[in-house]
């Protein structure tokens, strides 16, 4: 059964125009910051120092790799729930899933050690796709529950909130699944924009902070 492959719209050594490139800059960077600093208020952990350790992390992978990979080391969702039980069965203390997030480190330079040395077809045969997918449905559906309250979905939510939401979200699901072209690769930026707009006509967005 032949696999359809969609093109790609840029190729591993082309560079997008100035004014896309400019575009996905932005949607990257709203992606990056937005999951970098849920993850350390969800935990009551400090934003900064999540702020200061992905940058740091980054900067030692874009040498490592010679900047040939555009990627950016944030927050990672996968570790919320250890987390969270390890701070729950400390007492409220975060040093033993900071210590926890520490070893792990260690685990994950080893593993690249072995990988640079090996390749990855270990990685295939012990962590196949079909164990993936489940693992990152678990992890999306744990979160659910956050996302929902922070949506509005509480008691004494307002209405104006979840409307804002609801159409963030079917914003961005339409772009991602009907979008052409150049459109179709920024669903989240142009749901972002989508959701401010109408979050500015519904009164929910304060200028005084800006203007103080």
Same mark, same amino acid.
């Given at each position: ?6 093109? =790609? ?9 100035? =004014?896309?490139?400019?575009? =996905? ?66 007492? @409220?203390? +975060? ?5 926890? %997030?520490?070893?792990? @480190?260690? %685990? ?23 164990? +993936?997918?489940?693992? +990152?449905? %678990? ?22 909130? *979840? *409307? ?10 339409? *772009? ?17 924009? @989508? ?7 519904? @009164? ?5 902070? %800006?203007?103080?």
């Amino acid at each position: 059964m032949a696999i359809n492959q969609k093109p =790609l719209l840029l190729d591993v050594d082309e560079k997008p125009e100035v =004014l896309k490139g400019i575009l =996905l800059s932005f949607q990257h960077v709203f992606a990056m910051f937005g999951a970098t600093i849920l993850v350390p208020l969800i935990l009551g952990m400090p934003v900064s120092v999540a702020l200061f350790a992905s940058g740091i992390g980054t900067l030692i992978y874009q040498v490592a790799t010679k900047a040939k990979v555009p990627v950016y080391l944030g927050s990672s969702f996968a570790y919320i729930t250890a987390m969270a039980v390890a701070i729950e069965q400390m007492g @409220g203390d +975060i040093k033993a899933a900071q210590t926890g %997030v520490i070893m792990v @480190g260690l %685990v994950y330079v080893l593993i690249a050690g072995i990988v640079k040395m090996l390749g990855t077809k270990w990685i295939d045969k012990l962590l196949p796709p079909i164990v +993936i997918g489940p693992m +990152i449905m %678990v992890i999306g559906l744990g979160l659910a529950s956050s996302a929902v309250t922070n949506a509005g979905f509480v008691a004494d939510g307002d209405i104006r909130h *979840i *409307i804002v939401a609801i159409a963030t979200f079917l914003i961005t699901s339409f *772009i991602n699944t009907k979008g052409k072209g150049f459109f179709k690769i920024i669903p989240f930026l142009i749901g972002i924009i @989508g959701g401010y707009v109408i979050a500015l006509f519904m @009164g929910l967005v304060d200028f005084q902070p %800006v203007l103080d």
